[in-house]
C-alpha cells in the first residue's frame, strides 16, 4: 500500500535551519510529484512547494522563495524539504503529500512538527 | 493570487445534510478537491475533481461546482463526521496550490 512517511520532530532555535525527510514506498517513485504543506497551530494548511522525483524540477511557493529548499534521493525513494532563517512562525507541522491529477492529494505522511524556540 | 473562501463553521444534527461551500472567482473552470482533518491527523481527501469519491470515502459524501462556489454534501452526517473541511485548487498563478481557509464541521 502507499505510505509516506516522515522524520521526527524537531526543535530549533530561531536563524538555524531544519531538514525534513518523506520517505515513499508502495507505488512506483518517479511517477508522481510530492509536495509540502504546513499547518501552524490551530491555522489553515499552506502550501510549500513541489518536487517532481522523476527530474528533480521544483517550485516553491512565492513565501519561501529564497528560504526553502526540495531535494531528493531516488536511491532510498525519500524526498527532502530544507527551510532556513527559521523564526517562531515557522512553528508548524510539516507533510509531504503525494499529487494526483489535479494536484488532489491522495496520500500524506503523518506530519512532521518543528517547532522554533530560543 | 488566487484566493478561496469557505465559512469559519457549519453546524448540523446528526442524520441531516450537512453543505460546506467554497467560493472563488470562476471557481467552475477549476478542479475542486476537498479534504477532511480531523485533530492531530494528516488531511485526508474525500473529493477529487468536484465530484470524485477516492476509494473507500462513502457515497455520503458528495461534491459539486457552479458558477462562483464549489460545494460538499455530506448526507446522514454523524459523530465521526465533525472536523475541519479544507476545499483546495490548482491555479495557473504564481502559487498554484490554494487552500480554502477550511470550515469546522460541528455535529451538535
Known amino acids: 500500500q502507499v505510505q509516506l512517511g516522515q522524520s521526527g520532530a524537531e526543535v530549533k532555535k530561531p536563524g538555524a535551519s531544519v531538514k525534513v525527510s518523506c520517505t515513499a514506498s508502495?507505488?512506483?517513485?518517479?511517477?508522481?510529484?510530492l509536495h509540502w504543506v504546513r499547518q501552524a497551530p490551530g491555522q489553515r494548511l499552506e502550501w510549500m512547494g513541489w518536487?517532481?522525483?522523476?527530474?528533480?524540477?521544483?517550485g516553491y511557493a512565492q513565501k519561501f522563495q529564497g528560504r526553502v529548499t526540495m531535494t531528493k534521493n531516488t536511491s532510498t525513494r525519500t524526498v527532502y524539504m530544507e527551510l532556513s532563517s527559521l523564526s517562531f512562525d515557522d512553528t508548524a507541522v510539516y507533510y509531504c503529500a503525494r499529487a494526483y491529477g489535479a494536484a488532489a492529494f491522495d496520500y500524506w505522511g503523518q506530519g512532521t512538527l518543528v517547532t522554533v524556540s530560543s | 493570487s488566487y484566493e478561496l473562501t469557505q465559512p469559519p463553521s457549519v453546524s448540523v444534527a446528526p442524520g441531516e445534510t450537512a453543505t460546506l461551500t467554497c467560493g472563488g472567482d470562476d471557481l467552475h473552470s477549476k478542479s475542486v478537491h476537498w479534504y477532511q482533518q480531523k485533530p492531530g491527523q494528516a488531511p485526508v481527501l474525500v473529493v477529487y475533481?468536484?465530484?470524485d469519491r477516492p476509494s473507500g470515502i462513502p457515497e455520503r459524501f458528495s461534491g459539486s461546482n457552479s458558477g462562483n462556489t464549489a460545494t460538499l454534501t455530506i448526507g446522514g452526517v454523524a459523530a465521526g463526521d465533525e472536523a475541519d473541511y479544507y476545499c483546495?485548487?490548482?491555479?495557473?498563478?504564481?502559487?498554484?496550490?490554494?487552500f480554502g481557509g477550511g470550515t469546522k464541521l460541528t455535529v451538535l
Open positions: 475533481d468536484d465530484k
Open positions: 518536487l517532481n522525483p522523476n527530474t528533480g524540477n521544483t
Open positions: 508502495g507505488y512506483s517513485f518517479s511517477s508522481y510529484d
Open positions: 483546495q485548487v490548482w491555479d495557473l498563478g504564481a502559487d498554484p496550490v490554494v
